[in-house]
């Protein structure tokens, strides 16, 4: 379908065809000569005067326009409103303002790879940063919003991102412990396990919470376990402590994490602001309760650890390699000595990013069903630094023949990577 000159241009900028993609297409590309400095002002402009551009409601309250790594557009701003989704409905926005701006690279001398977002608060505390490709900001332009979004990186800190993730952990902790105590109980007693092992005060305390909720009691245990709170489960676990001791460290220990984690909860059932310390110490919790658990029991899936683990990967593996030199800077280097001191350099600063990856991966805590494909990520990481540093050590030694050989050996590891990689991302994603 045709777009008339005065509609908003299918790209994405905000801005109306005629001023934007009509001019591009109706004329021979040619890049435009223009200074950093002041096509961040031009940029920063655009955004601050959405509202007159393109009749958008409000306009974007710009705190800062500036590089980042060299190859990165960041736009800190100010949002109008607290709630994650309403941010990133607002970093949508910025995003198709980049992609609209620099679509077919008009710029020349300029190429930007990556656009950021940093939403602050009026204190100037960071509630959301978003991180995205040149090429998944394309999207927008066509359309594909939920696609972008699954393809960006977001870090969230706004008050209800904060208080959801809490309740997902606090939920997840109690529903694995509730499974694992009927397990373990109604094995150990059967089927009438409720009546035998918590016959008592406790028993009856929550079969009257049940009773109170439904109008009629039941003695049915593997329905009553879902009515326990997290103090209730600890007097159960404590009780028959014997019995689930294999599971965690020692009982003191236990119970000091079980009490740190109900005063976490009191703040999380009233709707109170959870604070990114409760997050850390939560997250602390989580690890420390629930990881012998899913040794034990690699059925019950630890959902917050997996997704917790995915999101550290994502962030990891977004580090792209930034080449110390550009092939041309290597290759074209008329100095047969430069060359060499240059290749040296430029290798072992892949082997020192290729490490740092591997420590950054190997500190990560991985749940139990991750293990074998997470040791598979390590393992390539491993290899492709061996095949570097053999490179290296052609390359001091000037074993040329031998070099040469290492780096098709390279070229087919790296092409055997970026296939395990694809991979990676599209079951991990």
């Known amino acids: 379908m045709k777009l008339g000159r005065n509609e908003k241009c299918h790209c994405g900028s905000g801005l109306k065809y005629k001023k934007c ?13 223009i200074t950093l400095s002041n096509l961040i002002n031009t940029i920063k402009l655009g955004l601050e005067n959405l509202d007159k551009i393109n009749g958008s409601k409000q306009k974007i309250r710009v705190k800062d326009i500036k590089l980042m790594n060299e190859d990165s557009l960041v736009c800190e701003f100010y949002p109008y409103k607290k709630k994650s989704i309403d941010i990133k409905i607002e970093i949508a ?17 300029i190429r930007f790879r990556y656009y950021a977002t940093r939403a602050y608060n009026n204190e100037d505390l960071e509630l959301l940063y978003a991180l995205s490709s040149k090429a998944s900001a394309e999207q927008l332009g066509t359309g594909n919003s939920v696609d972008w ?8 800190n706004t008050n209800d991102y904060r208080l959801g993730i809490a309740k997902k952990i606090i939920s997840e902790i109690e529903i694995t412990i509730r499974k694992v105590i009927k397990d373990i109980l109604s094995k150990k007693y059967g089927t009438d396990w409720w009546n035998l092992t918590l016959n008592n005060k406790l028993g009856k305390s ?18 009553l376990i879902k009515y326990t709170y997290i103090l209730q489960l600890k007097k159960i676990i404590t009780t028959y402590w014997p019995d689930f001791k294999m599971l965690f460290n020692k009982k003191t220990d236990f119970e000091n994490l079980i009490d740190s984690l109900n005063l976490i909860r009191r703040e999380e059932a009233h709707n109170r602001v959870i604070t990114q310390s409760h997050l850390d110490e939560l997250n602390e919790i989580y690890i420390k309760l629930l990881s012998k658990i899913s040794e034990k029991y690699p059925e019950i899936l630890p959902t ?7 999101s550290k ?8 390699y930034k080449p110390l030199y550009s092939n041309s800077e290597l290759i074209d280097e008329p100095d047969s000595k430069i060359k060499l001191i240059k290749s040296i350099n430029s ?13 950054r991966l190997q500190s990560l805590v991985v749940p139990v069903q991750k293990n074998a494909i997470h040791n598979e990520l390590v ?15 052609n390359i001091t030694n000037g074993e040329l023949q031998i070099l040469l050989k290492t780096l098709k050996e390279i070229e087919n590891y790296e092409i055997t990577m970026n296939e395990f990689t694809g991979k990676f991302l599209l079951s991990e994603a």
């Open 347 to 359: 290798t072992k600063h892949l082997i020192e990013y290729i490490k740092e990856t591997i420590i």
């Open 93 to 109: 926005t910025i995003m198709g303002f980049f992609n609209g701006f620099f679509k077919d690279d008009p710029y020349d001398g």
């Open 21 to 33: 993609c009509q001019t591009k297409s109706s004329e021979t590309k040619k890049t435009i000569e």
């Open 313 to 320: 990967i994502k962030l990891i593996m977004s580090n792209v």
């Open 379 to 393: 393992q390539h990481f491993d290899n492709y630094k061996n095949l570097s540093e053999k490179k290296l050590k």
């Open 149 to 156: 979004m699954k393809s960006t990186i977001f870090q969230e």
């Open 304 to 310: 917050h650890l997996i997704d917790s683990w995915k």
């Open 206 to 223: 929550i079969k009257d919470t049940y009773n109170n909720q439904f109008g009629f009691e039941i003695d049915n245990g593997n329905v």
